[in-house]
């Protein structure tokens, strides 16, 4: 099992960026799909984006097309999410994900993911 510790979160104004990180360590992080989720106050953890093994498909949700990126460096076993044009219904607990589930396709179902970091917290204020 993988070890995820995230970083990068903060407090931000409404149309502000935020970039943050996954350091990955424990087994072999090229081998796993990343996701990234969040969770607000009261809503469920939803998937934010996911990234292939070799970063060359990537899946967003709706709500943040345009607006964030995920990529990987599998060197330096590290995942990012760069957010941009930050608005106030961002803000939550971001948590990156490993997955164990055989294969390279994104995914987005929080079952497929078996290895969490502890989350980091992200308030965009208006």
């Known amino acids: 099992q993988v070890q995820l510790v995230e970083s990068g979160g903060g407090l931000v104004q409404a149309g502000g960026s935020l970039r943050l990180s996954c350091a990955a360590s424990?087994?072999?992080?090229?081998?796993?799909?990343m996701g990234w989720f969040r969770q607000a106050p009261g809503k469920e953890r939803e998937c934010v984006a996911s990234?292939?093994?070799?970063?060359?498909?990537?899946y967003y949700t709706d709500s943040v097309k345009g607006r964030f990126t995920v990529s990987r460096d599998n060197a330096k076993n590290m995942v990012y999410l760069q957010m941009n044009n930050l608005r106030p219904e961002d803000t939550a607990v971001y948590y990156c994900a490993a997955s164990g589930v055989p294969g390279t396709s994104v995914r987005t179902r929080g079952s497929d993911y078996n290895s969490w970091g502890q989350g980091t917290q992200v308030t965009v204020s208006s």
């Open positions: 424990g087994r072999t992080f090229s081998t796993y799909v």
């Open positions: 990234i292939s093994w070799g970063g060359r498909s990537t």
